[in-house]
């Protein structure tokens, strides 16, 4: 059974969501504002976490922050905001995804298990045994200038030093790495990396894209590896 924190104040709402989650086959942590929410994270072993952007004692971006600082458990925000701004205001912070109220529950339990099945095969011990390896054993990643995706240590590098990534970045990145050159639709990307076979949002990519080029490019502003095909999605430079 998968464990889910639920960070909302409105008490209606998380009971009615932890009910219909239960329902679902999980175990719901409820926590009524982020201190709370902080501190259940920290005393249980969380494998999913849920948020409301808005709290009575911290925004539901400082949450997300200081989760990111810890871990890299998924996140989806839970909010009544439709505005895109704070979306990807949500999503740069370090969230993996969002539902907006009033939730539906059958698809937010669809949007969990997608990304904790994607999680599962991204730890699994299989996950990575076709990879090939270099002299004594040591991986070979693959090489797009000073980026290197190296999957069977699950990481990427920027000229020799490790990044830190959150999961939806590093499968992004992999991704990219196993299509050089080619271009990935935002529809491409929300089945492979999200697991959505459903239409999504494209603005999860974008704000996924944004943070991700932050951390691998020396001018996100001006990208040389994840470069953007205006109309069609997104494609890694390969030299």
């Known amino acids: 059974m998968n464990d889910l924190l639920l960070i909302e104040d409105d008490f209606q709402v998380s009971a009615a969501l932890r009910l219909a989650l239960e329902d679902e086959g999980y175990r719901v942590v409820e926590a009524p504002n982020g201190r709370t929410g902080l501190e259940e994270f920290a005393k249980q072993s969380i494998d999913l976490v849920l948020v409301d952007l808005r709290l009575p004692d911290m925004t539901g971006f400082d ?3 200081a989760l ?3 871990s890299i458990v998924p996140i989806i925000i839970v909010t009544a905001q439709t505005d895109t701004h704070d979306l990807v205001v949500g999503l740069e912070a370090g969230a993996d995804d969002y539902v907006t109220k009033p939730v539906v529950p059958k698809a937010l339990a669809a949007r969990i298990r997608a990304h904790l099945r994607r999680v599962a095969l991204h730890e699994s011990p299989d996950a ?15 090489v797009f200038g ?10 990427v590098l920027k000229k020799g030093v490790i990044l830190s990534l959150t999961k ?17 639709s935002r529809d491409q990307l929300l089945e492979r990396v999200w697991g959505y076979d459903w239409l999504g949002d494209s603005r999860l990519v974008d704000a996924h894209m944004r943070r991700l080029r932050v951390k691998i490019e020396d001018e996100p502003e001006n990208p040389v590896h ?3 095909v205006r109309g069609l999605g997104y494609r890694l430079q390969s030299p």
């Open 146 to 155: 000073d980026i290197e995706v190296r999957e069977a240590d699950t990481v």
């Open 63 to 65: 949450v997300c922050r």
């Open 226 to 228: 994840l470069l953007t």
């Open 68 to 70: 990111r600082a810890k």
């Open 168 to 184: 939806t970045e590093y499968l992004l990145m992999v991704e990219f790495a196993n299509h050089p050159n080619q271009v990935l």
């Open 128 to 142: 990575t045994s076709g990879s090939d390896a270099g002299p004594e054993g040591r991986p070979k990643g693959k």
